[in-house]
């Protein structure tokens, strides 16, 4: 979306997606995507991941 920015990651149960990690920032905010944040992120889809499904 303009003026904004975001990383995203999927939240995966069952082989099926469910959702979304995301953190979405307006771009005066963050302009350029951190690398801990983009670590940040795929870590809470990764533990999400993990919590769901059967």
């Known amino acids: 979306m303009e003026g904004w920015n975001s990383i995203a990651a999927p939240v995966i149960w069952n082989d099926t997606i469910w959702g979304a990690a995301l953190m979405l920032k307006t771009m005066d905010v ?20 993990q919590l769901g499904g059967s």
């Open 30 to 49: 963050m302009p350029e995507a951190p690398r801990e944040y983009i670590t940040a992120t795929l870590t809470a889809a990764t533990r999400l991941s």
